[in-house]
């Protein structure tokens, strides 16, 4: 069974500072790993979809990296700003299709 | 393009009682998927349609069932309603089940 830890839980960032965050998983059985930005009374907005060992992907200031041998990805925002307050969510999907999902990490720009 | 709708947007039941939740997918979509976040915790999968049939089911019990319409619109209803229900409702669509589209969701409170 796939479990899905994300860390840290929240997170109080300075506008302007860099930060990142992690998406942990014991196995590398599935078959992408999503990146979901959900902001509160929207919908969760997908980022990225990563499914290859070292695979990068960037989105202006947001990069994610995966690391499917040590159970690992990793989301970066490069000089963060207000409207990246939102709670960020990694998903990963397995071969039925299913999204198992983290507990997500709550990012807090302060002005 | 409206994306994927949800309705209602918040809804107030009693133990006991029966719900129903919509959705309609994305044009062009024919897959839906339905999870439920509870507070503080990532979403759960409670089942996929594809073709008007359950594809894939997660831990839920039976109280929990749904349908898929022809136009590929879907209903989430829950029978014999417990407070533990409460919860945040999410529909999301896909071609095939690959790279989902989230509606705002349904806010459900179990009183």
Redesign the interface.
Same mark, same amino acid.
């Given at each position: 069974i796939l479990n899905v830890e994300q860390s840290p839980q929240s997170l109080h960032v300075q506008e302007g500072d860099s930060t990142n965050f992690t998406c942990s998983f014991p196995s590398s059985n599935f078959y992408a790993l999503h990146w979901y930005r959900w902001e509160t009374a929207k919908s969760p907005e997908a980022l990225f979809v990563m499914t290859l060992n070292g695979d990068e992907k960037k989105k202006g200031r947001i990069s994610a990296t995966l690391n499917t041998k040590e159970g690992y990805s990793y989301l970066y925002i490069k000089g963060s700003q207000p409207e990246d307050s939102a709670t960020y969510l990694c998903a990963l999907r397995d071969s039925n299709y299913q999204l198992i999902w983290g507990a997500g990490t709550k990012l807090i720009i302060k002005p | 393009d409206a994306?994927?709708t949800q309705s209602p947007t918040h809804l107030i039941k009693t133990r006991g009682q029966q719900v129903t939740l919509r959705c309609s997918p994305k044009s062009g979509h024919d897959?839906v998927?339905w999870?439920q976040q509870a507070l503080?915790?990532?979403?759960?999968?409670i089942f *996929?349609y594809y073709e008007e049939e359950e594809? *894939?089911r997660?831990n839920f019990p039976d109280r929990f069932s749904g349908h898929q319409f022809p136009n590929y619109s879907s209903e989430l209803n829950v029978n014999a309603l417990l407070l533990g229900d409460s919860a945040l409702y999410?529909c999301?669509s896909?071609l095939g089940? &690959?790279? &989902?589209?989230?509606? *705002?969701?349904t806010r459900l409170t179990v009183v």
């Open positions: - | 994306g994927v897959t998927s999870y503080g915790q990532g979403p759960q999968f *996929q594809r *894939q997660g999410l999301a896909s089940g &690959a790279d &989902a589209f989230f509606g *705002q969701g």
